[in-house]
């Protein structure tokens, strides 16, 4: 007799970070941002009108957050979509790009919520290996070199977690070669380094660059995520979220976003401040006897010469500090260390001093 659960579409979800609430606990396992949002935000949170709550939101292709964020990157409104933070803009460019019998291609090592997604909506899919320095090789994913064709691609840039970053001109080759179908750069990280590769999406009407307000703007909390591209793609992908759901991003997000866009000079003081405490993180990882990739992300992707990472992981969260630990191939002896406040990082080398 079959049973209910025959019928269950069955996944193996994605594992966040944990997020310990405690007094006195050292965070950096997220990559959540040690400073706080724009001030503009905590006045805007205190100006909002409860009453406004009763409503529906409005569209958000129609609101001050699309005309503010537009006008920050000089694109149209109708090349902006907005979701519930880059995983929900992700996952519904996922649902509305990848429908071909040709699997998608991502890195192996890359964020982890891809093959989740992949799973989910019965994507095929494909890993390429990064190189034995963790850089994604570009040969992989160009069509004539790899022999290989694809149903679209997706990778990060800076990567996660490995923080490794991708050239503008390589992304623009894997881009050209593949104009039959959609490639995603995921940019979550791109603010800490790097260079955008948001110009090619007026050359290229098949490129799609995802951006998000939870690191870099330091509103995790609030979930606000975006992609950039072609009018047609953005089309595409707002035909299928209001499929789902007519009234996607609630009221207060909308409202509090917006402040965060304006208050250019307080972003860029906090991504310079994070930049220069990863450089000295850099440093004395390196005199406490890690190795790492360069990284242009908010984090360090380290391992050390002779304690094993798992250990040391444990022996931190001991002491009140969380960094990331995955028990995956090729990765299980690296740690993801979050660049927190100066103070935090003290904190951290001497916790490291000690368990070392």
């Known amino acids: ?64 957050l699309a005309a503010a964020l537009a006008d920050y990157y000089g694109i149209g409104t109708d090349e902006l979509f907005i979701g519930v933070g880059s995983d929900d803009v992700l996952c519904q460019a996922f649902v509305t790009f990848f429908n071909s019998d040709k699997p998608i291609l991502f890195p192996d090592i890359t964020y982890s919520f891809y093959d989740v997604w992949a799973d989910l909506y019965r994507i095929p899919y494909k890993r390429q290996p990064l190189d034995e320095n963790f850089l994604i090789r570009k040969e992989d994913y160009i069509p004539r070199e790899s022999g290989m064709e694809n149903g679209g691609i997706v990778f990060p840039n800076p990567n996660a977690p490995t923080g490794v970053l991708m050239s503008v001109s390589e992304i623009e080759e894997i881009v050209a070669a593949n104009r039959d179908v959609v490639v995603i750069v995921d940019e979550a990280y791109i603010d800490f380094g790097g260079t955008s590769c948001l110009p090619l999406i007026h050359k290229y009407d098949n490129l799609l660059v995802v951006q998000t307000f939870s690191k870099s703007r330091a509103m995790a909390g609030m979930r606000i995520g975006y992609a950039m591209g072609n009018p047609r793609l953005i089309k595409y992908l707002n035909d299928v979220k209001y499929s789902v759901n007519s009234y996607t991003m609630n009221y207060t997000a909308l409202q509090l976003g917006v402040e965060s866009v304006k208050d250019t000079a307080y972003f860029n003081e906090c991504c310079e401040k994070i930049v220069r405490t990863r450089e000295t993180a850099e440093k004395e990882l390196t005199r406490l006897g890690f190795t790492f990739p360069k990284s242009y992300g908010n984090f360090i992707f380290a391992a050390h010469g002779s304690m094993p990472a798992k250990e040391i992981f444990e022996k931190l969260k001991e002491n009140d500090i969380y960094v990331r630990y995955w028990n995956k191939e090729r990765i299980d002896n690296h740690l993801r260390i979050t660049i927190g406040t100066d103070e935090q990082m003290q904190a951290l080398y001497r916790a490291l001093e000690n368990i070392l």
């Open 1 to 64: 007799m079959m049973s209910w659960e025959d019928n269950v579409r069955k996944v193996v979800p994605y594992t966040a970070g944990e997020q310990p609430r405690g007094t006195g606990v050292i965070k950096l396992n997220t990559n959540e941002s040690p400073y706080p949002p724009a001030p503009g935000v905590a006045a805007k949170i205190a100006a909002l009108d409860a009453e406004q709550m009763r409503l529906y939101p409005a569209f958000p292709e129609k609101t001050e």
